[in-house]
């Protein structure tokens, strides 16, 4: 597998259900960010990691919403106590390095659905 | 709060004309900005960066920025009913992070 990939590729929900969403970025890839994109709108900034070290939360909605990628490969968003309101595509991007000329590339993406 | 705005559309063109699709954006600063295509129910694709005035082309697309404007276009020749999709404009800030408008939907009719 080349390419970028999350997993799983739906996830329903119950509110009040945590959930886990898993990305497995390009072998190599040092940058990885994760994006939320409701119906209709462009994808919104969540995080940011170099390796492991996530360098920028401030996109994440709530304390609800937690991040990590301990080994500086995978990538888990954690969402605690969903709401009708998490309801989003999440996707995953990754990058070789940092700055100009290094392309983002994405993930297909986690369409999750809170009932 | 940085910004970027784009109209949703849809735009609709006849097959083999050009598409031309706009963005707007309200950081001065900004010195980064990229187009990604985006097919219903997938992942956004990149097609194109820019990040000097002035146009640059890559076989049937052509960016064009404008600073001085704070605007960013996409010119698509020869459009084919196969570029029907969402076509998302972005910004890199800092932080490496892209701040994407909210998409203009694209519809060429054969």
């Known amino acids: 597998g080349a390419g970028v990939s999350q997993s799983p590729r739906y996830k329903v929900a119950k509110r009040g259900q945590d959930v886990a969403l898993r990305c497995d970025p390009i072998?190599?890839?040092?940058?990885l960010f994760w994006y939320q994109q409701a119906l209709g709108q462009g994808p919104e900034f969540l995080t940011y990691?170099?390796?492991?070290?996530?360098?920028?939360k401030s996109g994440l909605p709530s304390d609800r919403f937690f991040a990590e990628r301990p080994e500086g490969s995978v990538s888990t968003l954690k969402i605690q106590r969903t709401q009708q309101e998490d309801s989003a595509v999440y996707l995953c991007?990754?990058?070789?390095?940092?700055?100009?000329?290094?392309?983002?590339?994405f993930g297909p993406g986690t369409r999750l659905t809170v009932l | 709060q940085k910004e970027v705005e784009q109209n949703s559309g849809p735009l609709s063109v006849p097959e083999g004309a050009i598409a031309s699709l706009n963005c707007t954006y309200s950081?001065?600063?900004?010195?980064?900005f990229f187009w990604y295509r985006q097919y219903s129910g997938k992942s956004p694709e990149l097609i194109m960066f820019i990040y000097s005035n002035g146009d640059k082309e890559d076989g049937r697309f052509t960016a064009q920025l404008n600073k001085a404007s704070q605007y960013v276009s996409l010119l698509i020749r020869d459009s084919q009913p196969s570029d029907s999709a969402t076509y998302l404009c972005a910004e890199l800030v800092e932080g490496n992070k892209l701040v994407f408008g909210a998409g203009t939907i694209l519809r060429v009719k054969s």
């Open positions: 990691f170099q390796n492991e070290a996530q360098l920028d």
């Open positions: 072998s190599g890839h040092v940058s």
């Open positions: 991007a990754s990058s070789p390095g940092t700055g100009l000329g290094n392309e983002q590339f």
């Open positions: 950081d001065r600063g900004s010195q980064s």
